[in-house]
């Protein structure tokens, strides 16, 4: 996908903001994203929103606009600054230029000249080095069977990391994390998927819900209806961007293998698998990490983990293992009343009841996992083919997807 090339104009007056705008919406490349003639508010905007140029016009003062010039050129270095006035002599030219400006443009704006600027502006943004990312730890709480605990899990484990963290709820049409941290978000996952190209740590901090200083939920959708435009893409674009703002990114996908929980799953450094000992979750588990195999997970990815567990059940734990060819890395104990008390609570157990053997057992998962040495994947590329072939064969996004073949999913 071709990134729009984001535009601010700071004009001189109505008139004139309506003759750059019209010619800019001829260049199917341009997103304007802020106009007016109050230079102190579009200076916010332009530092906030980072845009790839800034057309400012020149009035008959020009004094006022180079040196908002000459400011935009030390406070937003990344943003090409183009100068436009009608009077096009060399000495206006050259003082614009002077103050900071990469391109110059005359008023009224011929199509050509236009192109000509913006394509120099694209290839400006275009060879901007960012500095160098952060990134975070993304972990998927994930359990191919609905009711074992994952969204309890989940929560808990976000509220247990002693960083800053984003819990991010992926069941779109029927997300209820705001009940499990007692929050009512306004924004969701929703409005950050439509701002995607966007985000920066501005944009960001206003969608999510603040629970604590060092947590924060990226709700799901309240309207089932904008759940069904969010694309597995922007789900992935989304998440890409959370890892530069948090340091732990904490999953609660669906129980399913549709294409916005593969986006998902593909993308998580670790998934922590929970499944309750009772057979049919035991078999959903291995049915899942042999989809994990076709994935092409490496299995030191997931971390299994046994929520509602009890000395009463009288399952082999080594037969369990041995079954699923893999270690358990954690026994929740079952606590129905203590778990119940802290969701209605709307407070994760591990602040709520910090001495609960359920909240001391879900921390020391949390130090193990944040102490691991499992590496953070480096530049995740999205399998765009993948999750179409998925998506295609969902009859509805809610639906089990889960016997698909290797051949579905063209591996
Ligand atoms: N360790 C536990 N002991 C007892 N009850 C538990 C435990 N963990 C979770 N529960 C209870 O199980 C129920 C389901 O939990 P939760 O909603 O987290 O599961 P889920 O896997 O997210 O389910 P869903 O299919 O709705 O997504 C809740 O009522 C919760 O209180
Ligand atoms: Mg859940």
Redesign the pocket.
């Known amino acids: 996908m071709t990134q729009p090339l984001t535009v601010v104009v700071l004009s001189t007056g109505l008139d004139n903001f309506k003759e750059i705008r019209s010619a800019l919406a001829t260049d199917g490349r341009v997103q304007l994203l802020a106009g007016g003639n109050d230079s102190d508010q579009l200076h916010e905007e332009i530092v906030r929103l980072k845009p790839a140029a800034a057309i400012i016009a020149l009035g008959g003062n020009s004094e006022q606009a180079l040196k908002f010039i000459q400011r935009l050129n030390l406070e937003s270095p990344r943003t090409a600054v183009i100068s436009a006035a009608h009077n096009a002599s060399p000495d206006v030219i050259l003082q614009s230029l002077r103050a900071g400006a990469r391109e110059f443009l005359r008023l009224p704006i011929s199509q050509d000249e236009l192109t000509t600027v913006l394509d120099r502006v694209a290839d400006f943004s275009a060879g901007q080095v960012e500095a160098p990312k952060k990134k975070g730890r993304m972990i998927a709480v994930f ?1 191919s069977k ?8 989940a929560t808990n484990l976000a509220a247990a990391t002693a960083a800053r963290t984003v819990l991010v709820d992926l ?1 779109l049409q029927a997300g ?1 994390l705001p009940l499990f941290l007692g929050v009512e978000p306004k924004y969701s996952i929703a409005d950050m998927a439509e701002n995607r190209t966007r985000l920066d740590d501005a944009l960001i901090s206003s969608f999510v819900t603040p629970y604590s200083s060092n947590l924060s939920l990226l709700a799901a959708p309240r309207e089932a209806d904008s759940a069904d435009e969010i694309e597995p893409e922007h789900v992935f674009e989304v998440l890409q961007r959370l890892r530069e703002s948090y340091e732990y990114i904490v999953l609660d996908p669906q ?1 399913t293998f549709d294409s916005i929980t593969l986006a998902a799953l593909d993308q998580a450094d670790e998934i922590v698998l929970v499944l309750t000992l009772d057979i049919p979750a035991i078999r959903s588990t291995q049915r899942a990490l042999e989809i994990f195999d076709r994935l092409g997970y490496p299995r030191k990815k997931v971390r299994i983990v046994v ?2 567990w009890s000395k009463q059940i009288d399952l082999e734990l080594r037969q369990v293992e041995k079954f699923l060819g893999e270690p358990v890395l954690g026994f ?5 009343q203590t ?2 008390t802290s ?1 209605n609570l709307g407070q994760p157990l591990v602040e709520s009841n910090e001495n609960s053997k ?1 909240a001391m057992e879900i921390r020391r998962i949390a130090r193990t996992i944040a102490t691991s040495a499992v590496s953070v994947q480096e530049e995740p590329k999205p399998r765009r083919a993948l999750w179409k072939s998925i998506f295609k064969r969902e009859p509805a996004r809610n639906q089990l997807e889960f016997q698909v073949s290797s051949t579905d999913l063209s591996l």
């Open positions: 359990s609905g009711g074992c605990g994952t969204s309890f899990i069941n209820d129980h929520n509602r929740v104990p079952s606590d129905y778990a119940v969701i359920i």
